[in-house]
């Protein structure tokens, strides 16, 4: 099955500044990468994705890429705020079944 | 209406009680998903209904039992559960199989707890 590692397991950045998380998966079948905020004691929320034909997708201060070759994908957020903030799942995706990163919680100092 | 929803929020159950979870979504999605979630860890995948059918069960055990009377419920039925089995049960779905439609929304999540 499919097997999904993410780094780093936490992350503490000064507000204004960048935030990058990796992932690696392990199944070249996997075509749908997507990227889920959770804020504590709330539903997982779609940020960004990117489908296995794209290398690179932005949205605003947020962007994905992506490199099939390699099996990596990274997001990438710029000009952090205290409201990024929260816990960031990579997953990927083959048919239904989307696997997660074990996740990254991110903390914005003000 | 764009939302997944779930019932109840919270729940407390006995290991000898039984209970049911409920979803519905009203966005036209043919695929609906149950994941459970302990607390710091990813949302793990438990069943997946596609057109009103299984399609996947990962090898959850039989204390759970899903179904989807149809395109727009789901529940899950809960019998003789253990407090291991205490978590975030989150309900999700998407449009369906086929390029372009594996986005998966998901609802607002049912706190179980097993004493």
């Known amino acids: 099955g499919e097997n999904v590692e993410q780094h780093p397991s936490t992350l503490s950045v000064q507000e204004g500044d960048s935030a990058v998380i990796k992932c690696t998966y392990s199944d070249s079948a996997s075509n749908y990468f997507p990227w889920y905020k959770q804020e504590l004691g709330k539903r997982p929320q779609l940020i960004i994705d990117i489908r296995s034909n794209v290398g690179e997708k932005k949205d605003q201060r947020i962007a994905v890429t992506l490199n099939k070759t390699a099996k990596h994908f990274s997001l990438h957020i710029t000009e952090t705020q205290p409201e990024d903030s929260a816990v960031y799942f990579c997953?990927?995706?083959?048919?239904?079944?989307?696997?997660f990163g074990a996740g990254t919680t991110v903390t914005v100092r003000a | 209406d764009t939302e997944v929803t779930q019932t109840p929020k919270h729940l407390v159950m006995g290991m000898t009680n039984k209970k049911s979870l409920k979803c519905e979504q009203h966005?036209?999605?043919?695929?609906m998903y149950w994941y459970k979630q302990k607390a710091k860890k990813p949302p793990e995948l438990m069943f997946v209904y596609s057109y009103e059918k299984l399609s996947i069960n990962e090898s959850v055990p039989s204390r759970f039992s899903p179904e989807c009377p149809n395109s727009s419920l789901l529940n899950l039925h809960l019998h003789a559960l253990q407090p291991e089995d205490s978590a975030l049960y989150l309900c999700a779905s998407s449009r369906g199989s086929g390029q372009g439609n594996y986005e998966q929304f998901f609802g607002p999540g049912t706190r179980l707890t097993v004493l």
């Open positions: 966005m036209g999605h043919r695929a």
């Open positions: 997953a990927a995706c083959h048919d239904y079944k989307l696997s």
